[in-house]
């Protein structure tokens, strides 16, 4: 087995925070090459988690978890998440009878906030625990979902989007984008208008002048609604994916480099000031860091046995 200096070190969250940012791009490595040794002699879902490695850290590094809550949709982006909050001794144990589960498990971990299982629950999951929260008067935490774009696709995910938008809790959903399905003509003008709609001057100002605007009587509410008509045309202008989101009710951010861990952490760390139903967009790739995943995605969702170093499979590819 491989050695991994800056990984063994982590054992949880705190562990990572104790790194600084520039580390955490080697963390991101061991944590890649820890999943690819542990996976190519105990068959599980390879693909997935690769290309969540980055965000994982992030998320961690910036939120305060279990007392913020993270709910992953299905198992299948949540090895990094497992290996950081306890587990990476025994991950070995991974699907096996007598082991860890390979999906999140409430009665496994305190840090596994919810048991999943089929995919496209984690919006509803998420919605149901943030109103939790402010009825019980402790929405100061924040509560996110991490969602691929396949499960997006579900008729339960756009329900609890549905649902969101209109009760506005605190709560982030982070789009976990890996088909590239991107207009890269976006370019330099996108990455302006997430940088000025992330930053806290920007946010203080917007909640300044809605506050303001609350003032004026009768006009009130044809004021805001004057305002968010402008914010919205000026973010569908430069990001055509936009548009479904903010109708729905949900600020919309990105897109991102889902592999750029620096950049992460200081967007998610703008995101934890930001009230109210919000949504990232994360562009990554299955497979990510391990050529023949990213060269042939589908047999690498859950491939059994292989070499690792050739990417051959020594067994029957692996099933769900």
Same mark, same amino acid.
């Given at each position: ?104 498990? =409430? &009665? /496994? ?9 089929? !995919?496209? #629950?984690?919006?509803? %999951?998420?919605? $149901? ?8 008067? =402790? &929405? /100061? ?9 396949? !499960?997006? #696709?579900?008729?339960? %995910?756009?329900? $609890? ?160």
């Amino acid at each position: 087995m491989a050695h991994y200096p800056l990984l063994e070190r982590i054992f949880y969250p705190d562990d990572l925070k104790k790194l600084t940012p520039e580390e955490l791009i080697q963390v991101c490595h061991e944590l890649r090459e820890f999943i690819i040794d542990i996976v190519c002699e105990n068959p599980g879902h390879l693909g997935a988690n690769l290309g969540t490695v980055e965000l994982t850290v992030a998320l961690h590094y910036v939120f305060d978890v279990p007392h913020d809550k993270i709910i992953w949709d299905v198992g299948h982006q949540a090895y990094g998440h497992k290996i950081l909050t306890g587990r990476r001794e025994v991950f070995h144990t991974n699907r096996k009878y007598g082991g860890i589960s390979g999906f999140p498990r =409430r &009665d /496994e971990s305190p840090y596994d906030v919810f048991g999943t299982g089929h !995919s496209s #629950t984690s919006i509803s %999951a998420a919605l $149901g625990i943030a109103m939790g929260l402010r009825y019980n008067s =402790r &929405d /100061e935490a924040n509560v996110i979902a991490v969602i691929g774009d396949g !499960s997006l #696709t579900g008729g339960m %995910a756009f329900e $609890g989007l549905n649902n969101a938008g209109t009760l506005h809790p605190n709560m982030l959903v982070i789009l976990n984008d890996n088909n590239m399905s991107i207009d890269p003509n976006v370019g330099a003008l996108k990455d302006y208008l997430l940088d000025i709609t992330t930053s806290k001057t920007y946010n203080r100002f917007r909640d300044e002048m809605w506050d303001m605007l609350g003032k004026l009587g009768r006009m009130a509410p044809f004021a805001r609604q004057y305002v968010q008509k402008i914010e919205a045309s000026l973010k569908a202008l430069f990001l055509k994916q936009s548009n479904l989101f903010e109708a729905l009710n949900f600020r919309y951010f990105g897109p991102v480099d889902g592999h750029d861990v620096v950049h992460l952490t200081e967007v998610l760390q703008d995101l934890k000031t930001i009230k109210g139903p919000k949504l990232l967009h994360v562009l990554t790739k299955k497979g990510k860091g391990f050529p023949r995943a990213e060269e042939n995605q589908t047999a690498f969702h859950s491939p059994g046995r292989f070499d690792r170093k050739t990417g051959e499979f020594l067994s029957a590819k692996g099933t769900e």
